[in-house]
């Protein structure tokens, strides 16, 4: 499956058999370096279209090979060996990980996937991580963020937060670099419908 990352399908295929799914941090969560734009962390993460590409499951193309010799289980309460094992399905397979490591992914691209797959529960899980990673700190870079403007839902709710931040200094100010930034060129065409609810928004909340 070219246009989803490798870390993402092995977190379906565990998820699929287990019921458990292990999702990371938004990138946005973490410290920016000085001078970095707002938003530029969010858009990073929204590129991870295929296993190839820049993101947090941006990995190299892993080419799958039958295996044809049967290995002992290393936990007889734990997934199939060959979740674990299966030749060429993860990197260095013999040495010890644990689960969330071998399983973890991005919320935003589980849900990208879920929803081209109708997984609704799985979507739901992957929406609700991703609100859990929401704050003051990112809402902005999020909201504005390409993955954003392609899920009516996730805008919405994220909307929703932006509304509850408005008035907090770190919010204000990544909010006035964005508009700065949109004014100066077309960076965040993409972007439009999240101004336009944000504007109506407050508007109606100073009436």
């Not at 609700?128 to 003051?136: P, V």
Request: glycine share 6%; hydrophobic share 40%.
């Amino acid at each position: 499956m070219r246009d989803v990352a490798s870390k993402t399908l092995n977190a379906l295929v565990y998820y699929l058999y287990t019921g458990d799914i292990e999702f990371a941090t938004l990138r946005s969560v973490k410290a920016a370096p000085a001078g970095t734009p707002a938003g530029t962390s969010a858009e990073a993460e929204d590129t991870e279209i295929s296993a190839t590409a820049e993101g947090p499951d941006s990995v190299p193309a892993i080419q799958l090979e039958p295996a044809f010799e049967l290995i002992e289980p290393r936990d007889p309460h734990g997934p199939p060996d060959w979740l674990v094992f299966g030749t060429g399905f993860f990197e260095n397979p013999a040495e010890p990980v644990s689960s969330d490591e071998l399983y973890s992914c991005s919320p935003k691209s589980m849900y990208r996937f879920a929803d081209m797959l109708e997984l609704d529960e799985l979507r739901q899980r992957a929406f609700e991580a991703i609100m859990s990673n929401l704050s003051k700190e990112n809402i902005i870079e999020e909201v504005f963020s390409k993955f954003t403007s392609r899920y009516p839902e996730v805008l919405e709710m994220e909307i929703r937060l932006l509304n509850t931040m408005r008035n907090e200094k770190e919010v204000q100010d990544a909010l006035a670099a964005i508009i700065q930034r949109m004014v100066a060129g077309g960076e965040f065409s993409h972007a439009g419908d999240a101004l336009s609810k944000f504007v109506l928004i407050m508007a109606g909340s100073r009436q």
